[in-house]
């Protein structure tokens, strides 16, 4: 090998030119696939397209599955208006802050029960959902403020506790009853 120099110098050149050849059909191969899209079979096509067009259907039809689906979420909101009331009706009685603790974590477990089985999707539906989570948030918000207040009790007074708290027990009042006028058609 060491007699001939250029024969290796070829042979390291036409590697490069077969290794970039390689490169470039492959690159062009991919590019090729992305651009043309996911290719299957026409049958396996042709079952999207019929089961897009039954799903349409069954939607413009409300079959026994929807109606069932509507009472049960109908009754599922009910179930957490109930809650959320008997809760803010709670709010406005003398309670410790242990016993409002295991009330507010009862009625998180139960909403967190109930809530997925309201699946309906009506434009209202998603203003209920977020106006029960807001109600949520301002009695977990009273909660926290609450329990600042028994830790730095030598900082804030009772009055300070209360101010805050019957403003974040309103604030949630405004949501139940927010959620309520949603509900009703």
């Not at 030119?17 to 396996?44: C, D, H, M, N, R």
């Not at 079952?47 to 929807?66: D, I, K, L, R, W």
């Not at 409002?100 to 009506?122: I, M, S, W």
């Amino acid at each position: 090998m060491r007699g001939n120099p250029g024969k290796i110098d070829r042979t390291k050149v036409s590697f490069v030119w077969i290794l970039a050849a390689l490169v470039v059909v492959s690159l062009g191969l991919v590019f090729f696939y992305k651009t043309q899209g996911p290719q299957g079979p026409p049958e396996a096509g042709r079952e999207t397209v019929v089961a897009q067009t039954s799903a349409t259907q069954n939607a413009e039809q409300p079959g026994p599955n929807v109606a069932r689906q509507d009472l049960q979420s109908e009754a599922a909101a009910t179930q957490i208006l109930i809650n959320l009331k008997h809760f803010r009706d709670a709010t406005e009685t003398n309670m410790d802050y242990a016993e409002y603790d295991k009330q507010l974590n009862g009625l998180k477990t139960e909403l967190n029960d109930r809530l997925p089985a309201f699946v309906r999707h009506d434009p209202s539906d998603e203003i209920f959902r977020q106006e029960v989570a807001a109600a949520l948030r301002d009695y977990t918000a009273a909660r926290n403020w609450w329990k600042t207040t028994i830790t730095n009790n030598t900082v804030f007074t009772e009055a300070d506790r209360n101010e805050r708290t019957q403003r974040n027990f309103e604030s949630a009042r405004t949501h139940v009853a927010n959620a309520e006028k949603t509900l009703v058609r």
